[in-house]
């Protein structure tokens, strides 16, 4: 992805700075997410299930509730059923009655599962921007924070 957004898409003029600056969020956002998924795609994941193993890594050793995933997923979307279903038929993700009380449910992972998030996380590294310092990676942050 070299080339200003202007080259990319084509398009010389924007209505306004603000609009230039939306639609490159937008732009850089597939080119990542694309990325992204590329990367995912020889362990038939998606960034959804990547988001939900590293949550629960985050956790790690202790198990979470469906409940605290659905609160820091990044895309609240999905059915969480569905996309922990498929973790735990491959074996990634179990799923554990809680034993104070039966009608909640812990989710852990598997070794398994632990294992391959490490490997992700190491492949992901890839993808951060090691083209902007430190200055710089926290002032985009800042901004990205402001326009939410």
Known sequence: ????????????????????????????????????????????????????LKIVKGKY???????????????????????????????FLERCQSKENKRFVHISLTPKGYELTLKMESEMKTLLLHHLNDEESELLSTLLDKMR
């Open 61 to 91: 050793p202790e198990p979470v509730t469906p409940g605290h995933i659905l609160d820091v997923m990044l895309d609240k979307k999905r059915d969480l059923t569905r996309l922990v279903d498929k973790l735990v038929s491959m074996k």
């Open 1 to 52: 992805m070299a080339g200003t957004l202007q080259e990319l898409i084509k398009q010389s003029k924007f209505e306004s700075p603000q609009q230039k600056a939306y639609i490159n969020l937008y732009y850089t956002y597939y080119h990542f997410h694309n990325l992204h998924s590329q990367l995912l795609k020889p362990y038939d994941i998606l960034p959804q299930h990547y988001n939900i």
